[in-house]
């Protein structure tokens, strides 16, 4: 055809590029997705005003880009032969697509997501679609394939159990004969957060304590409390029915076996066990605190050792060890005075500034009572003594700890209310006590922004060629900046497993920065595990102590729209060529029918025009000036012979 036609190339994607004849073997796949019908418009734009006869299309027919609307073309003004690249009937793939994720969900509630199965050629087939949750199943569904060319609705509802970004697949294993393998997995990344704080108090009796605590609580609305409160023992006499003695029972069995993993905090205010539910109940507060809850007890007559609670499940958690008899509780005046770990870390942390912090709890009221314990355990934090009035002793008030992936916190008064009353006695206001109150549940229920580990990346998702920059920031227990933390810095993905970074420090104390660029698209896990670096000659208790991990997740993409759907597109192909006067061919059509056939219609409609003008120098163009030259001698000669000269 080129004898015929003066032939021009183009390689189509999103763009339309100019090609050489010579590079058309070498022709590779680029581009975000394939715009045909973008494709030509640009050409008859690009042409306008010249002869242009027509236009050829090989193609599998994906016009997955762009303008996507083929009645357009009926204003087309040049012909459109189209060759299809591969046969339908023959075409083999499932496909997982997406239809509706949600990027966010709360905890403990359900949450649904939809996608869709997509197959060509298994009809006859059952196929599992399983649902994972990094490498753990977390639901299966089969779905029937009834038909050669099928679309199946697919949905998943399950419940999330911890807060944090974790990583999802939908995937169905690969079948045989397949054409396309990439398209058989869907991942996506789910951000699990809280859509309240929810919390369970348990009283011993009616104080001014549990009323301005309970009042604190209810004041916040993102806590969910509820709060039982003990108006008498089973010892008590009483002289009227029982139906008149309780506005509800206290329903032990179903808080401390099947509803306790529904809370996020458990608080008993001078409560004593004893009388209401067995041993074996403390084994599942233990439990619950192991899996990642959180338990507080605060102090009174009926806490802590004169509770019942030395040598009990609750000891092994809570940061004290207490005295294995009762008569602990002393009715003595003192303040809280802050430690060194107390005045930076955020239970305690009820203004920003350090010394204006220091300097209001130094103003807080007199308390006039306290719990003795034993000791404080090796790995607790406290964040402040009570000091006796008048005199140089100091025993332990305010004590948190960790324990497995729970934290707990002993708050050895009953007297903090007056932080509150007093204060407001005072004209000074309650706010202090209100965020004390508020960081201290927080701390408790690892509320994100009181992780000792954070680890951030620059943005969610990037670009296959981008470097990924990940920020971790360290805090020691008592949330100072951790500048000497040993720090074990991984990503994990499915294709090339576990890789170690070395972060290097960032200019802020306490933040290591690391860089990460991935070769393949993919979900990335980000995992962080600081350990505290403890001076020779320090407690061993401390010694490698962890302080924390975090994990994040980024996405890396490179659009291939191409391999989403890559079933042979015949359909718009054939609609292409019959709405521009054109023809459809198929793929076994042999090229002389093709080639005839684009002759017999394009005959009579060639056009000849100036399509171009170029200025020559005869001085500069030697060839011609001799032919030129040649000419007028020629003239010459035979005039001269003809007696004209």
């Given at each position: 055809?080129?004898?015929?036609?003066?032939?021009?190339?183009?390689?189509?994607?999103?763009?339309?590029?100019?090609?050489?004849?010579?590079?058309?073997?070498?022709?590779?796949?680029?581009?975000?997705?394939?715009?045909?019908?973008?494709?030509?418009?640009?050409?008859?734009?690009?042409?306008?005003?010249?002869?242009?006869?027509?236009?050829?299309?090989?193609?599998?027919?994906?016009?997955?880009?762009?303008?996507?609307?083929?009645?357009?073309?009926?204003?087309?003004?040049?012909?459109?032969?189209?060759?299809?690249?591969?046969?339908?009937?023959?075409?083999?793939?499932?496909?997982?697509?997406?239809?509706?994720?949600?990027?966010?969900?709360?905890?403990?509630?359900?949450?649904?997501?939809?996608?869709?199965?997509?197959?060509?050629?298994?009809?006859?087939?059952?196929?599992?679609?399983?649902?994972?949750?990094?490498?753990?199943?977390?639901?299966?569904?089969?779905?029937?394939?009834?038909?050669?060319?099928?679309?199946?609705?697919?949905?998943?509802?399950?419940?999330?159990?911890?807060?944090?970004?974790?990583?999802?697949?939908?995937?169905?294993?690969?079948?045989?004969?397949?054409?396309?393998?990439?398209?058989?997995?869907?991942?996506?990344?789910?951000?699990?957060?809280?859509?309240?704080?929810?919390?369970?108090?348990?009283?011993?009796?009616?104080?001014?304590?549990?009323?301005?605590?309970?009042?604190?609580?209810?004041?916040?609305?993102?806590?969910?409390?509820?709060?039982?409160?003990?108006?008498?023992?089973?010892?008590?006499?009483?002289?009227?029915?029982?139906?008149?003695?309780?506005?509800?029972?206290?329903?032990?069995?179903?808080?401390?076996?099947?509803?306790?993993?529904?809370?996020?905090?458990?608080?008993?205010?001078?409560?004593?066990?004893?009388?209401?539910?067995?041993?074996?109940?403390?084994?599942?507060?233990?439990?619950?605190?192991?899996?990642?809850?959180?338990?507080?007890?605060?102090?009174?007559?009926?806490?802590?050792?004169?509770?019942?609670?030395?040598?009990?499940?609750?000891?092994?958690?809570?940061?004290?060890?207490?005295?294995?008899?009762?008569?602990?509780?002393?009715?003595?005046?003192?303040?809280?005075?802050?430690?060194?770990?107390?005045?930076?870390?955020?239970?305690?942390?009820?203004?920003?500034?350090?010394?204006?912090?220091?300097?209001?709890?130094?103003?807080?009221?007199?308390?006039?009572?306290?719990?003795?314990?034993?000791?404080?355990?090796?790995?607790?934090?406290?964040?402040?003594?009570?000091?006796?009035?008048?005199?140089?002793?100091?025993?332990?008030?305010l004590v948190a700890m960790k324990y497995k992936k729970g934290r707990t916190l002993a708050l050895l008064t009953d007297q903090t209310w007056r932080w509150n009353f007093e204060m407001v006695g005072k004209k000074k206001g309650n706010r202090h006590y209100l965020r004390f109150v508020r960081?201290?549940?927080?701390?408790?229920?690892?509320?994100?922004?009181?992780?000792?580990?954070?680890?951030?990346?620059?943005?969610?998702?990037?670009?296959?060629?981008?470097?990924?920059?990940?920020?971790?920031?360290?805090?020691?227990?008592?949330?100072?900046?951790?500048?000497?933390?040993?720090?074990?810095?991984?990503?994990?993905?499915?294709?090339?497993?576990?890789?170690?970074?070395?972060?290097?420090?960032?200019?802020?104390?306490?933040?290591?920065?690391?860089?990460?660029?991935?070769?393949?698209?993919?979900?990335?896990?980000?995992?962080?595990?600081?350990?505290?670096?403890?001076?020779?000659?320090?407690?061993?208790?401390?010694?490698?102590?962890?302080?924390?991990?975090?994990?994040?997740?980024?996405?890396?993409?490179?659009?291939?729209?191409?391999?989403?759907?890559?079933?042979?597109?015949?359909?718009?192909?054939?609609?292409?060529?019959?709405?521009?006067?054109?023809?459809?061919?198929?793929?076994?059509?042999?090229?002389?029918?093709?080639?005839?056939?684009?002759?017999?219609?394009?005959?009579?409609?060639?056009?000849?025009?100036?399509?171009?003008?170029?200025?020559?120098?005869?001085?500069?163009?030697?060839?011609?000036?001799?032919?030129?030259?040649?000419?007028?001698?020629?003239?010459?000669?035979?005039?001269?012979?003809?007696?004209?000269?």
């Open positions: 055809m080129s004898a015929e036609y003066d032939l021009r190339l183009y390689a189509v994607n999103d763009i339309v590029t100019p090609l050489a004849f010579d590079t058309l073997q070498d022709l590779g796949v680029s581009g975000r997705g394939s715009a045909l019908l973008d494709a030509l418009f640009t050409l008859q734009n690009e042409y306008q005003g010249l002869p242009l006869a027509g236009v050829l299309f090989l193609t599998d027919g994906a016009n997955n880009t762009g303008t996507t609307e083929s009645a357009l073309l009926e204003d087309f003004a040049l012909p459109v032969f189209t060759v299809g690249a591969g046969e339908r009937s023959r075409y083999r793939d499932i496909q997982i697509a997406e239809k509706r994720v949600v990027n966010f969900a709360f905890l403990r509630s359900p949450v649904t997501v939809d996608f869709t199965l997509k197959s060509w050629g298994y009809q006859g087939t059952t196929v599992p679609v399983i649902l994972k949750q990094g490498n753990q199943v977390v639901a299966t569904t089969m779905v029937p394939i009834a038909q050669p060319e099928f679309t199946a609705p697919i949905s998943f509802t399950f419940t999330p159990r911890e807060i944090g970004t974790f990583s999802y697949a939908v995937e169905t294993p690969l079948q045989v004969g397949e054409m396309i393998e990439s398209n058989n997995r869907k991942e996506f990344s789910l951000h699990v957060i809280r859509d309240k704080i929810r919390i369970l108090i348990v009283s011993g009796r009616p104080s001014w304590s549990y009323r301005f605590l309970r009042r604190a609580l209810k004041s916040d609305p993102t806590i969910d409390l509820i709060s039982f409160i003990i108006l008498r023992t089973p010892s008590d006499v009483v002289n009227v029915p029982e139906r008149q003695l309780s506005l509800i029972p206290f329903p032990t069995n179903r808080l401390f076996t099947r509803e306790l993993g529904n809370f996020d905090l458990l608080i008993f205010d001078n409560f004593s066990y004893t009388f209401y539910f067995p041993l074996p109940y403390l084994e599942h507060i233990k439990r619950f605190v192991a899996e990642g809850g959180a338990f507080a007890m605060f102090g009174g007559d009926q806490s802590f050792g004169d509770g019942g609670y030395a040598q009990t499940p609750l000891e092994e958690i809570l940061p004290v060890e207490m005295l294995p008899k009762p008569g602990g509780y002393a009715f003595l005046p003192g303040k809280m005075e802050l430690t060194r770990e107390g005045e930076t870390h955020p239970i305690t942390q009820i203004t920003v500034d350090g010394e204006e912090n220091r300097l209001l709890w130094e103003e807080m009221p007199v308390l006039k009572g306290f719990n003795r314990v034993l000791r404080v355990k090796p790995g607790a934090i406290v964040l402040g003594n009570y000091a006796l009035a008048g005199k140089d002793q100091r025993f332990p008030l960081q201290m549940i927080r701390w408790l229920v690892k509320d994100p922004t009181f992780k000792q580990v954070q680890v951030l990346t620059s943005k969610e998702t990037y670009q296959i060629g981008e470097e990924a920059e990940i920020r971790v920031r360290v805090f020691n227990n008592d949330f100072s900046p951790a500048t000497d933390a040993v720090l074990t810095l991984t990503v994990k993905d499915t294709q090339a497993g576990v890789r170690e970074l070395s972060p290097a420090p960032a200019a802020q104390p306490g933040e290591y920065v690391a860089t990460y660029q991935p070769d393949h698209p993919g979900i990335f896990t980000v995992r962080a595990v600081a350990r505290s670096r403890q001076a020779r000659g320090s407690s061993p208790s401390f010694s490698d102590q962890i302080l924390g991990s975090d994990e994040t997740l980024f996405r890396m993409v490179q659009p291939q729209i191409e391999f989403e759907n890559a079933a042979p597109g015949e359909a718009l192909l054939r609609k292409m060529a019959d709405l521009t006067g054109g023809r459809y061919f198929s793929a076994t059509t042999p090229w002389q029918e093709i080639r005839e056939e684009i002759r017999k219609r394009l005959a009579g409609k060639a056009e000849y025009r100036i399509v171009e003008e170029r200025p020559l120098e005869l001085r500069n163009t030697l060839w011609a000036f001799l032919a030129l030259l040649s000419l007028f001698s020629l003239e010459w000669i035979i005039r001269r012979r003809g007696g004209l000269a």
